[in-house]
Nanobody, 116 residues
Framework: QVQLVESGGDLVQPGGSLRLSCLASGFTFVYHNMNWYRQAPGKERELVAAIGTSGPGTFYADSVKGRFTISRDNYKNTVYLQMNSLKPEDTAVYYC?????????WGRGTQVTVSA
């Protein structure tokens, strides 16, 4: 079955960096677009970044453009989210997501807290 396991969340000071990882299994990773979402307390889950199956195709929410970079390693079945210049408003649970055969799959999430 599809499994997505996120890691890398932590408490970091404003201006700091983190790299999130999502290890995928149970489907042919190389054939699927991958997404990172986040959900802050009291807010709806929002799409942060997305990456296509190959090549340079990426999407970023306006709030993270120029600070976050999504990438993937198709040999390791892993998608990454490099987050730089972190702000307190980036505090959220970050989720990995894939849509396969019309069904949306989610990991359990990893907590990112940006605070002094």
């Amino acid at each position: 079955q599809v499994q997505l396991v996120e890691s890398g969340g932590d408490l970091v000071q404003p201006g700091g960096s983190l790299r999130l990882s999502c290890l995928a299994s149970g489907f042919t990773f190389v054939y699927h677009n991958m997404n990172w979402y986040r959900q802050a307390p009291g807010k709806e889950r929002e799409l942060v970044a997305a990456i296509g199956t190959s090549g340079p195709g990426t999407f970023y929410a306006d709030s993270v453009k120029g600070r976050f970079t999504i990438s993937r390693d198709n040999y390791k079945n892993t998608v990454y989210l490099q987050m730089n210049s972190l702000k307190p408003e980036d505090t959220a649970v970050y989720y990995c997501n894939v849509v396969r055969n019309g069904n949306s799959y989610w990991g359990r999430g990893t907590q990112v807290t940006v605070s002094a």
